[in-house]
């Protein structure tokens, strides 16, 4: 039985495969809400129909400054609740578990999204806001964010924990929170972001701070049997900054906290920095906090094949594969992988039974 098939228990959720769907933007809230719609609609769902295990959504925020574009989904009022739950109502009935990923966008808010060919900040004029960072220093080519006051560290605790509970009653079977890719929470644990002399700067536990008391007050409002997840970026790839051997640190202190499972990918912070692209070039810093915690480990970026991932699982330190850019042009990769391990599914949607095999007249 090829691994990426086996079952995964993390605490009550049962997830039929290896297969996550990592979390990707889809930028789409055309109304700048941040109200899911009918494309989130099909596209979830299409990527349950197609046989992954888990679909971690894509970065949702907090609060509407917490966007990363005014396009991007949200989860701070009860609108968004309903939008949701008609999409983990969805997931859920072709078989796949949903996740939602937490989000606040730090002083990488307020942008352009891709895809309309521009670059940079949002103005005002054009539904754009004030961002917010632990650092007042700005990513480079974006507008300088404002130095959170300390008492309003505390308030976007609450704001995570409200998100949280809200997920809970929208359906969603387990939370990521999202700590990595230069966002706020990265920006906290990274020296190089955060020099605040605060309780929440400074050391390593005072820069992980923000992360753990996240990670508390979202078990008080979850269920017991309900996961709870970290993306961590493991490295920032910059003498000085954040990196694989602090991630193992907090890692095991999340643990404590009732983490379950961490996803790893890297950088995102700073710009300039060179950053080893290539197949799986992140495993080995999933390999990394394997090897430190018990807990499950999920490896993602630049893995595209059934083979490769077969490869990487058999490391005995990576638990999931994280599939991103392959579930867009392919939605029913599972499927496809499926049939290339020669795994017979007992979730294969009969409506697509003849595309099994393709070969047979
Ligand atoms: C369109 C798009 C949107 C993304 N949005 C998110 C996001 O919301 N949260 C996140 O943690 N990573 C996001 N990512 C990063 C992916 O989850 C993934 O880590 C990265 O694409 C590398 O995996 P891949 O090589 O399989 O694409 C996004 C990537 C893409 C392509």
Redesign the pocket.
């Known amino acids: 039985m090829a691994k990426l098939f086996t079952p995964l228990k993390l605490r009550d959720v049962e997830i039929r495969n290896r297969i996550f769907i990592?979390?990707?933007?889809q930028y789409s809230c055309e109304d700048q809400d941040g109200v899911v719609n009918d494309w989130h609609q099909v596209h979830y769902i299409s990527r349950s129909v197609g046989g992954a295990g888990m679909i971690i959504v894509?970065?949702t925020a907090v609060t509407p400054e917490g966007r990363i574009t005014p396009w991007c989904a949200g989860v701070w009022g009860e609108e968004h609740v309903v939008a949701w739950k008609k999409i983990t109502e969805g997931i859920a009935k072709y078989g796949a578990k949903s996740a939602i990923?937490l989000a606040h966008a730090g002083r990488k808010a307020s942008t352009h999204r891709g895809f309309d060919g521009k670059r940079g900040m949002v103005s005002a004029a054009d539904g754009g806001w004030q961002s917010i960072s632990p650092t007042s220093e700005a990513f480079e080519g974006y507008a300088d964010p404002r130095e959170l006051e300390t008492s309003e560290i505390y308030e976007l605790i609450e704001q995570f924990k409200n998100a949280a509970e809200r997920s809970v009653r929208a359906g969603f079977d387990a939370i990521e929170i999202?700590a990595?890719?230069g966002y706020l929470i990265h920006e906290f644990l990274s020296p190089l972001t955060n020099q605040r002399s605060d309780e929440f700067g400074g050391s390593l536990e005072k820069r992980a701070r923000i992360l753990l008391e996240i990670c508390k007050a979202i078990r008080s409002v979850i269920p017991t049997g309900m996961p709870l997840m970290i993306?961590f970026s493991a490295t920032d790839y910059s003498e000085g900054g954040w990196d694989l051997e602090q991630t193992q640190q907090v890692a095991k202190w999340c643990v404590e906290e009732g983490v379950d499972l961490f996803d790893i990918?890297s950088g995102g912070l700073i710009t300039g920095v060179t950053i080893p692209s290539g197949p799986g070039y992140q495993v080995p810093l999933a390999i990394g906090v394997g090897e430190v915690i018990d807990q499950p480990v999920a490896a993602?970026?630049?893995?595209t094949t059934s083979a490769q991932s077969e490869k990487i699982l058999a490391s005995g330190y990576v638990d999931v594969i994280a599939?991103?850019?392959?579930s867009l042009r392919d939605p029913y990769w599972p499927l496809r992988a499926a049939a290339e391990l020669g795994v017979e599914i007992d979730y294969w949607p009969d409506q697509y039974t003849r595309g099994k095999w393709p070969t047979t007249p």
């Open positions: 990592a979390p990707m933007c894509e970065a990923q999202h990595a890719h993306r990918s993602v970026g630049q893995i599939i991103a850019r392959a």
